[in-house]
């Protein structure tokens, strides 16, 4: 069983910094791409940052509202990710979820439980 456990949200004020950091355990290999996605209430899901597996270097991704003040980094080793978001303004206000994506016998998407994080203005 494949278990994504985040952590790191919380309650921040308006230029602060909140660190998000997200575990995979269980049967899981060739992790192609982790990332962090964002809901807030009453929107859709969105995507936040990813990072994907290079041969030397892995690439990352933005959206644009992030662009700038986060930073997504991964240990390939430990399949973890960890997202840095500095600058943090209240429309960062979401749950954020952890992801992870690739092919093991057949491709997988495995999604964590979540984590709030809280921007107060």
């Known amino acids: 069983q494949v278990q994504l456990v985040e952590s790191g949200g919380g309650l921040v004020q308006a230029g602060g910094s909140l660190r998000l950091s997200c575990a995979a355990s269980g049967s899981i290999f060739n992790i192609n791409s982790m990332g962090w996605y964002r809901q807030s209430p009453g929107k859709q899901r969105e995507l936040v940052a990813t990072?994907?597996?290079?041969?030397?270097?892995?690439?990352?991704d933005y959206a644009d509202s992030v662009e700038g003040r986060f930073t997504i980094s991964r240990d390939n080793a430990k399949n973890t990710v960890t997202l840095q978001m500095n600058s943090l303004k209240p429309e960062d206000t979401a749950v954020y979820y952890c992801n992870a994506k690739g092919y093991y016998l057949y491709e997988y998407n495995y999604w964590g439980q979540g984590t709030h994080v809280t921007v107060s203005s």
């Open positions: 990072i994907t597996r290079g041969g030397i270097t892995n690439y990352a």
